[in-house]
């Protein structure tokens, strides 16, 4: 083993392997894996050594990942936030029993992913009884919104019609992983949350990013915590030619 790991050739392998890796080689900071770094290096520095060559390699890829990691949610993302949830759902679901509350939900996230899908959007996460999702767009988020409320009302479970409500903000969150955080998504959340059964809310903000003439549009009193006091929130349904 000794052996292997001073050969000359396989030495020159792994620092070359090394230095296709992403990432720079680990500096001496003061970060755990930097000193980590220096120990390596301090272990008989005179003797080439294969071993050291990867573990090197390891941290630097290690270091790599958690700087990516890190980076996410520093910069803003521009996007229409969409949050919907069943109004009504924990009433019917006490009497209803598991699997049919299991098969609801399963339907229902089905047609919304859809139908979200269809227009661009993403699901960021399901809620419960209830989905997030983003769009690049607000005309196809509000498109998307209005079409997974008509979806979702026609479906049927032992006589039962679920009803969908869902909310729409513009702004900049920011991407953490695969999740969005900010003041924005707690604003759409609180948009969705003044809604009722089979209606659709939209701030002036998703209005202002979208082609207004295709909509009705009605302005409802709204106010929540931790919301501007400027905030104008609509009422919105799309306008269908004849």
Not at 54 to 81: C, D, F, S
Not at 90 to 113: F, H, I, K, M, Y
Not at 138 to 164: F, K, M, N, W
Not at 222 to 234: E, Q, T, W
């Amino acid at each position: 083993m000794a052996r292997s790991d001073a050969n000359a050739r396989a030495v020159r392998a792994a620092r070359a392997a090394r230095g296709l890796l992403p990432g720079s080689p680990p500096q001496d900071g003061g970060r755990t894996s930097d000193r980590l770094a220096r120990l390596i290096n301090e272990a008989r520095p005179e003797q080439p050594s294969v071993i050291r060559e990867l573990g090197l390699g390891a941290l630097q890829v290690w270091q790599t990942m958690l700087a990516r990691r890190g980076g996410r949610g520093r910069e803003p993302v521009p996007a229409t936030i969409l949050f919907t949830d069943l109004v009504g759902f924990s009433t019917w679901a006490l009497g209803a029993g598991d699997d049919q509350v299991l098969r609801l939900l399963s339907e229902v996230n089905a047609v919304t992913e859809s139908v979200i899908s269809a227009r661009g959007g993403s699901v960021v996460k399901y809620l419960g009884d209830g989905t997030m999702a983003v769009f690049l767009d607000g005309t196809e988020a509000i498109e998307a919104a209005h079409e997974a409320i008509c979806a979702v009302s026609a479906l049927t479970i032992d006589s039962y019609r679920p009803q969908l409500r869902a909310g729409l903000h513009t702004g900049t969150p920011r991407a953490v992983g695969d999740d969005f955080i900010g003041v924005d998504v707690n604003i759409a959340a609180r948009v969705a949350d003044a809604a009722g059964p089979g209606e659709l809310f939209a701030s002036d903000a998703t209005l202002n990013n979208a082609d207004a003439e295709r909509y009705h549009r009605r302005k409802r009193r709204f106010k929540a915590k931790g919301v501007p006091s400027d905030l104008v929130v609509y009422a919105v349904v799309p306008r269908y030619e004849q």
